[in-house]
């Protein structure tokens, strides 16, 4: 069965980098699309990061200029090169892989990232 795993998470101060990583196993495809989404207490999923077979990435809005999605050639591992992180990034991210859409298909459990003040 296909699974996503999510790593990298943790604590930094605001201004600081994290690098995340989602490695997929059991996958019996080449996924097409991968990406990142977060979720903060009392908030909605929302989109992170996407990238498609064609190397077209995509960004939330929030996000673009200070994040960076990535994969690796065999597109098992992604990642999302997180900088300038500010307050408001807190959530728990997920990384999210699918044969044509992003925020569809397989998601993993998610990990933390906290940035204080």
């Known amino acids: 069965q296909v699974q996503l795993k999510e790593s990298g998470g943790g604590l930094v101060q605001a201004g600081g980098s994290l690098r995340l990583s989602c490695a997929a196993s059991?996958?019996?495809?080449?996924?097409?699309?991968m990406g990142w989404y977060r979720q903060a207490p009392g908030k909605e999923r929302e989109l992170v990061a996407g990238?498609?077979?064609?190397?077209?990435?995509t960004y939330g809005d929030s996000v673009r200029g200070r994040f960076s999605i990535s994969r690796d050639r065999a597109w098992n591992t992604w990642f999302l090169q997180m900088n300038s992180l500010k307050p408001e990034d807190t959530a728990v991210y997920y990384c999210?892989?699918?044969?044509?859409?992003?925020?569809?298909?397989?998601w993993g459990q998610g990990t933390q990232v906290t940035v204080s003040s």
């Open positions: 990238i498609a077979g064609g190397g077209v990435t």
């Open positions: 059991g996958n019996r495809f080449k996924f097409n699309v």
């Open positions: 999210n892989a699918d044969l044509r859409s992003l925020g569809q298909g397989f």
